[in-house]
């Protein structure tokens, strides 16, 4: 399962180098992760069990700088499931171009209240079909 | 009464035309307005009684272009006060230069709850010390 | 010659009260003007002039919060053409809703070097065919 | 060689969560790396020699959330220097308490131009001499 999002780049979307300012692009990740979780997963749900996404860690390569008027292609799909963490792998190109903009890892953990829960059971499960079926 | 606030123009905030961005104004601006409330209300009182600002309008003049490195000076003070809302005027200018960046005037009105307060009564006497006191 | 633009509302917009924040408004506004131009306007055109569009003033009223998953409609159109100066009107609505979230108008010149064009001639001409055209 | 930024957390800095966003962090970073530039550079030279800083890989670890208030301070250091590439740390904990809320290694290059320069000679020098005096 994997979604897709488009993003235009637009002025303001720039930086004293006229490129994507890093920071804007943890919006565009953030941006494809919404809609990966409204795509396939059932929101209502998590939210009427309590469970919620905790990003712990972000590990991210800028590759190729965009600038004005670029179309980028974010690509979003759940990559590995440990076991009290999992990762979502998202991977920004150019439309239509095979430039690689932007590639992140997003480790995070399902907090329930204060704590985060173990990956096991039917939240594994869950995670598991979201990860595998095509 | 009067609130200063001190902002370094960094890389991240300038957009495609080198210049700070329109929209990041508006962060500076409530920059200053959050120093403003903290230096001179009680917050925490008026957290308790469940009062709010809410900004109902903003009319910004861009006058001169601020670029990488600038420090802006963000004056912060109440103008106005009318029967169901008031008016905080906000002005960035060059720290050590006469030079008009941005005025601002924000139009907000008290919430409690669902609906807007008129603004009398002890409120009033409130607001009209924040305006009126040196 | 108008131009619609929909956002939907993710977590990275809202702020401290739950609702898309004042600033954010004007990157959507902003969004809304970048696609009106590049529907309406030969930017490659403008760009060979020489020619930039410098906002000096933005009246904007916040008449409605927005919050997570909403689906924003930004209205974009240009409604008055003056001697130095020209208004882009914009409109934000709540998708298939009747409720009015933001209204702006957006006072802007005409850039050309260090200053700004009187709105006369082939100019003049450009604008009022952006206006009144169907 | 470190520097210390503090930045108060504001409303605009939340999201959905009531926490600052994940995003909004990497712009608490950039912050505190123009400090610590502006503190222990020569920019002008830099400028001069036409070289640049280019991020290539941000690792950040989200450790424990931040909301209204909280009172950041973000370290910044040079941490260690390779052939092609160097790693700035930054830290940031909440001002008087020992509570760790983001760290993160951020890896650069230095650009002139379109190519990245081998970090040797007197680049080389001018590094060592920011990772190593006290």
Known sequence: MKSETEIKVRG????????????????FLEE?????LE???????WR??????????????YRHPATMGDI???????????????????????KGRPIDVVDADITFVIGEGDKALRLEGPIRVKLERLMNQP
């Not at 795509?39 to 749900?45: F, N, Q, R, S, T």
């Not at 980028?72 to 991977?91: C, D, F, M, P, W």
């Open 12 to 27: 303001y979307h720039l930086d004293f180098y006229g490129h994507v300012n890093n920071a804007r692009y943890l919006e």
């Open 32 to 36: 494809g992760r919404w809609q990966f």
């Open 39 to 45: 795509d396939h997963v059932d929101l209502a749900e």
């Open 48 to 61: 009427q069990r309590g469970w919620s996404f905790l990003v712990v860690n972000i590990n991210i390569n």
């Open 72 to 94: 980028l292609v974010i690509e979003t799909a759940l990559s590995r499931i440990g076991k009290h963490s999992a990762v979502i792998h998202q991977h920004i190109t150019m």
